[in-house]
Each structure stands twice: as C-alpha cells, then as structure tokens.
C-alpha cells in the first residue's frame, strides 16, 4: 500500500451520476488487484444541504460544502470530477484546469461546440489529464468488438449505424426543464446523447471525415415546472407550458477515413426503446450488433466460417475486465460496473501520467464532426 499514490477526490454535484462515481470509488480496490493508486473522497460540493449530508455520512467525505470553487482549490484535491448540471461544465473544467487539477467531467463538455472547445483548450493549456463520461466504451462486449475489429474478424469494414434511442422526453407532459432549454442546456439530443454514439463509432471504426445531417423537435411545448423539477416529472393538461428550444430527434450519414458509410440517429421522443444505445457493423467477412439494453449479449456473423446466420455471445470472464466482477460465463454485469471501470482507468492514467483514452481531445473530435 506504500507504493500506491494517493489521488484526492472532489466531487461536484451530488445528483445520481455522482453519488454513481462515489460508489465506484470505494469499489475499486475490491474489483481491480494492484492498484497503482488510493482515492480517497476528499470533499463533495452540492447546493442541496441533504446532499451534502449524505455525501458525509453514508459515503465518507472528509468534508462537504456548498461553494464549488472552495471544493476545487481544496489543498488535497488532486482530481475534480463534475457532475453538475451541463449549463456550468465548461465554467467549471475552466476552473478546475486552472488550479492546476485533472479533470472528469461527465458529458456534455458544453452546450455548444465552442464550449466544447474552449474547456479543451484549458485543460491543454494547463497540461492536465482530462476524462469524460464516455462510459460505454468500457462495456466488455463494445471492448471485445473493438478486439474482433482490430483482429480483421470483420474484414474491411463497409457499413457502420449507431443509434441512441430513448423515451425520456416522450412523454408531452414532461416538464419544461433545463435539458430541454437551448440556453441552459445547449443544443438537445445532437449535444446530450448523439455523443455516446459517436464516440463508439469513432473509438471502433476510426475517424469521421464528411456528414450531414437534420433535426426536429416533435414536442414543441412543455408544461412549465411550478417549482424545482426534472424532465422525469409530470405536469397535468392545461398548465401553462412553455417553448421547447432545442431539438428531440437529430439523424445524420457520414463518410469515415476508411472509406465506410455510416448512418447514425438519436431521439429523446421514440416511443418504445427505453435506452436502445446500440451500433451495428458490416464488414467484408463479417458482422456485429451490440445494445445496451442488453449489453451482456452480442450478436455475431463470420461469413468465413461458412455460417448463415447471426451467433449469440455472452459476456463473461474471458472478455475484458469482466472477471474482475463475476467469474463464469453469461452472467451479466451492470451500469455502476460499467461506471467503475471507467474510473478505474481514468484514475490510472493520472497515477501513472498518460492520457486517458476518453478525455477532452476525444469530446473535441466530436463536436469537430
């Protein structure tokens, strides 16, 4: 345990997503052998005093506090790791790159392309090591297609569709939160979840050199939220309602480096997928699909093997970092697993001073498509 370097945690915002990184910080040592680093959660900021509360008491904050700058210039923070809501990430990356501390942010990294860009160039400028929540990437199964790919399993790839389908925003009733807002949030589905699915595409069939692309937004007005609320609350018909600002739906064909077709589409109004974040992949000699809604199986086809149809795999130990959880075949890992890894290789990059694979250059190249 000598050898091992201490990284102090700060937290912002203290929501689901990051008392979900909280968690995953005091698994670590249980789940990955050899940590080549100890995190320790130094303190969480968070408006709300039960939050705050909770981040004391029940996950082991040395301390807890209410102003976010006093969280980032804290003397034993090495890493602060933004969970607040999208309209201050780019203020508080800024921040935090200017006091000399790593970066996670969950994304997005900002509303706008803009945004986007100027927080990377603070943590460039600052030569910090940066992540962002680009979580399913670190899924077993997306990590064993990246492998086949590699590999030549598929041949040449062809042929790339990812897809990002949810229903949080298909209920007309939803109300008006700032998610839905082109001046708190930035812009909708293209800035909030179209980025997981490129960044898949990206990570597993290379870089985007042409699209176009269109959007809609179907729900064009929401009840307005009497007091404190989120998108996951109702109102009831005949409130007041307000304007929806930024868009629902955003699909788009690409052109890769490698000379594949792609076609990509997201929507936060599809009724009947709950969390379709899902890509299918063609190549020469092969294919491959893989959901998250069920992302402890994988779909398979290799034409060399004389095979007509599509094979399931299941997730299991012989695949990355699954065994770390759950020894066995086909028993299923979940989300805060998922979360965990992530952290896990973000937190060994900083201990051992390289970049992390899905950090802020990687949030760039996106809003760069």
């Given at each position: 345990?000598?050898?091992?370097?201490?990284?102090?945690?700060?937290?912002?915002?203290?929501?689901?997503?990051?008392?979900?990184?909280?968690?995953?910080?005091?698994?670590?040592?249980?789940?990955?052998?050899?940590?080549?680093?100890?995190?320790?959660?130094?303190?969480?900021?968070?408006?709300?005093?039960?939050?705050?509360?909770?981040?004391?008491?029940?996950?082991?904050?040395?301390?807890?506090?209410?102003?976010?700058?006093?969280?980032?210039?804290?003397?034993?923070?090495?890493?602060?790791?933004?969970?607040?809501?999208?309209?201050?990430?780019?203020?508080?990356?800024?921040?935090?790159?200017?006091?000399?501390?790593?970066?996670?942010?969950?994304?997005?990294?900002?509303?706008?392309?803009?945004?986007?860009?100027?927080?990377?160039?603070?943590?460039?400028?600052?030569?910090?090591?940066?992540?962002?929540?680009?979580?399913?990437?670190?899924?077993?199964?997306?990590?064993?297609?990246?492998?086949?790919?590699?590999?030549?399993?598929?041949?040449?790839?062809?042929?790339?569709?990812?897809?990002?389908?949810?229903?949080y925003g298909a209920d007309p009733l939803g109300l008006l939160s700032w998610r839905f807002l082109i001046d708190q949030a930035g812009h909708g589905?293209?800035?909030d979840i179209l980025s997981h699915a490129i960044d898949l595409a990206m990570m597993l069939n290379g870089p985007i050199r042409r699209v176009v692309g269109t959007g809609e937004t179907f729900i064009k007005e929401r009840p307005l939220p009497s007091a404190s609320g989120t998108h996951y609350d109702r109102g009831e018909p005949g409130d007041p309602v307000g304007a929806v600002t930024n868009e629902d739906y955003f699909g788009a064909?690409?052109?890769?480096?490698?000379?594949?077709?792609?076609?990509?589409?997201?929507s936060r109004t599809m009724v009947g997928p709950q969390s379709q974040m899902a890509f299918d992949i063609h190549g020469t000699d092969g294919a491959l699909s893989w959901n998250f809604e069920t992302m402890n199986q994988m779909r398979l086809f290799n034409i060399i093997e004389g095979d007509r149809g599509y094979t399931t795999v299941y997730a299991g130990e012989r695949h990355p970092y699954h065994a770390g959880f759950v020894p066995g075949e086909a028993n299923s890992i979940g989300f805060e697993d998922v979360v965990t890894i992530q952290d896990h290789e973000f937190l060994a990059a900083v201990a051992e001073g390289r970049p992390h694979p899905a950090g802020m250059e990687q949030a760039l190249e996106y809003v760069s498509v």
């Amino acid at each position: 345990m000598s050898t091992q370097r201490r990284i102090g945690i700060a937290v912002i915002g203290f929501g689901w997503t990051g008392q979900a990184h909280a968690r995953s910080y005091a698994r670590l040592p249980l789940i990955f052998d050899s940590l080549e680093y100890r995190a320790e959660l130094t303190v969480c900021a968070d408006t709300l005093a039960a939050r705050r509360a909770v981040a004391l008491s029940d996950f082991g904050f040395r301390e807890a506090t209410e102003d976010w700058r006093a969280a980032v210039d804290h003397p034993d923070v090495d890493v602060v790791v933004i969970c607040a809501p999208n309209m201050v990430h780019c203020e508080l990356v800024e921040a935090a790159a200017a006091s000399g501390r790593h970066v996670f942010c969950e994304k997005p990294v900002g509303g706008t392309p803009t945004q986007t860009a100027r927080a990377e160039k603070a943590c460039r400028d600052a030569g910090v090591i940066t992540g962002v929540g680009y979580n399913y990437r670190f899924v077993p199964l997306v990590q064993h297609a990246r492998n086949l790919i590699e590999a030549g399993e598929l041949g040449q790839i062809t042929n790339y569709r990812g897809r990002f389908f949810s229903m949080y925003g298909a209920d007309p009733l939803g109300l008006l939160s700032w998610r839905f807002l082109i001046d708190q949030a930035g812009h909708g589905v293209s800035t909030d979840i179209l980025s997981h699915a490129i960044d898949l595409a990206m990570m597993l069939n290379g870089p985007i050199r042409r699209v176009v692309g269109t959007g809609e937004t179907f729900i064009k007005e929401r009840p307005l939220p009497s007091a404190s609320g989120t998108h996951y609350d109702r109102g009831e018909p005949g409130d007041p309602v307000g304007a929806v600002t930024n868009e629902d739906y955003f699909g788009a064909m690409a052109v890769f480096a490698n000379g594949s077709r792609g076609t990509f589409e997201v929507s936060r109004t599809m009724v009947g997928p709950q969390s379709q974040m899902a890509f299918d992949i063609h190549g020469t000699d092969g294919a491959l699909s893989w959901n998250f809604e069920t992302m402890n199986q994988m779909r398979l086809f290799n034409i060399i093997e004389g095979d007509r149809g599509y094979t399931t795999v299941y997730a299991g130990e012989r695949h990355p970092y699954h065994a770390g959880f759950v020894p066995g075949e086909a028993n299923s890992i979940g989300f805060e697993d998922v979360v965990t890894i992530q952290d896990h290789e973000f937190l060994a990059a900083v201990a051992e001073g390289r970049p992390h694979p899905a950090g802020m250059e990687q949030a760039l190249e996106y809003v760069s498509v």
